[in-house]
Each structure stands twice: as C-alpha cells, then as structure tokens.
C-alpha cells in the first residue's frame, strides 16, 4: 500500500511539472515585439467606455477601430477609434446632454490618429501598448454641451497618453484583446532602449481615467515575441 501511495505521488508531481512546462499564451516577455511587422491592417470592435475627470463622465455604448497598421515591431500607427451613443452621464450643471468631438454629429467621438508602441507595464510587468496622438497630445475636442438651457460641459480637449494591457503573448494570432489601464497615472517601460514613460490621461489638463475593453482584427496572424 505504500509502495502505491509513493507510486500515485509520483505521477501526480510528474503530471505537475509537465503542465506547468507548457509555454503559456499569455507568457511574459522582457523585450516584447510584432512578429511580422509586414504592414498588416488592424481593425477593432468594442462595447461600453466611460471617460472619467475633471467632475464629468462621458459614456459610450460602444466603440470601433477604424483604421491602422503595424508599421513596426515595437509599432502601430495611423489608429483612429470611433465611439458612438457618446453622452455624459456627470455633467458640470446638467446630465443628459449627447457628447461628440467638435465637428462630429451628437453622439459621436473620433479620435485624431494614434501610435501605440509596445512596452511592459510597471510594476507588473505586463505586456502592454503605450497609447499617443500622432501629432500634437491631443486625442480630439469635446465640442460644448448643453441641455434644457443649462450646461453640460464646456468645449474640452481630452489630452496626453493612455496604455492598455494586450493579450495574449507568444502565440501567433490574429485577434488580441486590449484592456485600458483605469489608473490617472500608469508607467510603461518601452524597452528596447526607449524609456521609462509616465502615462497620464486629461480632461481641460486634469486627470482622467478611461475605462473600456477591445478587440484588435488583424489581417495576418501576428504574434508578440
């Protein structure tokens, strides 16, 4: 009876050590890279966001990626996000009042376009996308706002940078989830030689937290080394 105890032990630990040997999806990677960097399209689809500061909350019933490319192996550009069903839901006087960038009809937000460029997110050291305007720091103007003849919120510009964890890592695929980091000040090492980043979002220059969850459609399966 021992002997089947200690045999029974033995292939359990067996078995543990094995599974525990099989490369995860979502592995840690120290220098984290495209592979390939061929050009290849990005797309995305998204539901809910809320941007919240500076005593406001705009919420969207969802939100689509447009447009953009990996340029690069540490980049993507020329990202544009579109949201849609935009209103706040906190406003300085009044609730209620459709949100959209200036130009754009009520309701809806567009982004100018963005770089992401690929770093670990610290202290965790999670894989993750640094999130910049293209041009210039910012991401695109609230156009002002009013309801029932009270206001709002005034024109804003929503500014800075913003990171997003990305999922999952070392396998090559051609759909990554990304997750915005709800934190006013986050840190990205870009590694590769390019810095230590302090990501802050803002709302007319205070900060301001962005909430929502994506899914990237690439058109070539792509895997983060």
């Not at 205070?206 to 690439?218: C, D, F, K, N, R």
């Amino acid at each position: 009876m021992r002997w089947t105890r200690l045999a029974g032990l033995v292939f359990v630990t067996a078995v543990a050590i094995s599974i525990a040997a099989v490369p995860s999806a979502s592995a840690f990677s120290s220098n984290p890279l495209f592979r390939p960097a061929a050009g290849q399209g990005v797309l995305g689809v998204g539901g809910v966001s809320t941007l919240t500061g500076a005593g406001l909350e705009v919420e969207c019933d969802e939100h689509h990626v447009i447009a953009g490319n990996i340029v690069s192996s540490l980049l993507v550009g020329g990202l544009i996000y579109h949201y849609l069903g935009c209103e706040y839901t906190k406003g300085e006087a009044e609730s209620g009042c459709p949100a959209n960038s200036v130009g754009e009809a009520g309701g809806v937000i567009v982004t100018t376009k963005l770089h992401a460029i690929l770093g670990l997110l610290l202290p965790s050291k999670v894989t993750g996308l640094l999130f910049l305007p293209q041009a210039g720091k910012v991401f695109t103007t609230l156009a002002a706002a009013e309801r029932n003849g009270r206001r709002c919120a005034p024109e804003l510009k929503i500014e800075g940078n913003v990171t997003a964890t990305i999922d999952p890592v070392g396998v090559a695929v051609t759909e990554f989830d990304l997750d915005a980091v709800e934190k006013e000040i986050s840190e990205i090492d870009l590694t590769h030689g390019l810095g230590l980043v302090k990501a802050k979002l803002l709302i007319a220059g205070e900060g301001a937290i962005l909430s929502q969850s994506t899914t990237w459609v690439l058109t070539l399966a792509t895997e983060i080394t």
